[in-house]
T-cell receptor, first 114, second 115 residues
Framework: AQSVTQLDSQVPVFEEAPVELRCNYSSSVSVYLFWYVQYPNQGLQLLLKYLSGSTLVKGINGFEAEFNKSQTSFHLRKPSVHISDTAEYFCAVSLIFGNEKLTFGTGTRLTIIP | GAGVSQSPSNKVTEKGKDVELRCDPISGHTALYWYRQSLGQGLEFLIYFQGNSAPDKSGLPSDRFSAERTGGSVSTLTIQRTQQEDSAVYLC?????????????FGQGTRLTVV
């Protein structure tokens, strides 16, 4: 079965500084990878996804993530964060072949410090 | 509708009572998920429906929890004899048929409080 690890439960970052949120996955077969964001008191929405092709994926709000198959990672990055980026970020994985059930990590709370 | 709809948005119930939470997925979506999000916790998988296949119930925490999906559309999550530890936000999501686009679309959730 697949699993997702988000090692950092909380990440404080100063405004306009760069940020990287880490995500590692475990699977014996090929997977799709996702990052979801949950803003305070809101539902989850898709930030970006990797299905195939270029390993560098760009998403909304200036975020990007890079799929690294050898390191089984899908880290999320932004070169300069804004106060509005304060949210909970979830990494998720699903199998390319199979029932495609989404498995989520435990989330990383990103706090932007003014 | 345009998105995944969950009802009620908030539910307060007494310990020991049964509750039913409803999810209306996006029309045409064959996959439907239920997750639970407790305060300060991540997303806990509960159950997954995909088309006419047998549901994946591996995440249900106890036999007090059950879910059904009627006609391949609306789903109801039932919690019997609620306990205080059941208090959480219950999230429903749906996604298109397999192989089309595996993105899951989430509802706003039902906040359940057991007192």
């Amino acid at each position: 079965a697949q699993s997702v690890t988000q090692l950092d439960s909380q990440v404080p970052v100063f405004e306009e500084a760069p940020v990287e949120l880490r995500c590692n996955y475990s699977s014996s077969v090929s997977v799709y990878l996702f990052w979801y964001v949950q803003y305070p008191n809101q539902g989850l929405q898709l930030l970006l996804k990797y299905l195939s092709g270029s390993t560098l994926v760009k998403g909304i709000n200036g975020f990007e993530a890079e799929f690294n198959k050898s390191q089984t990672s899908f880290h999320l990055r932004k070169p300069s964060v804004h106060i509005s980026d304060t949210a909970e970020y979830f990494c998720a994985v699903s199998l390319i072949f199979g029932n495609e059930k989404l498995t989520f990590g435990t989330g990383t709370r990103l706090t932007i410090i003014p | 509708g345009a998105g995944v709809s969950q009802s009620p948005s908030n539910k307060v119930t007494e310990k020991g009572k049964d509750v039913e939470l409803r999810c209306d997925p996006i029309s045409g979506h064959t996959a439907l998920y239920w997750y639970r999000q407790s305060l300060g916790q991540g997303l806990e998988f509960l159950i997954y429906f995909q088309g006419n296949s047998a549901p994946d119930k591996s995440g249900l925490p106890s036999d007090r929890f059950s879910a059904e999906r009627t006609g391949g559309s609306v789903s109801t999550l039932t919690i019997q004899r609620t306990q205080q530890e059941d208090s959480a936000v219950y999230l429903c999501a749906s996604s298109p048929p397999m192989g089309r686009n595996t993105e899951a679309f989430f509802g706003q959730g039902t906040r359940l409080t057991v007192v």
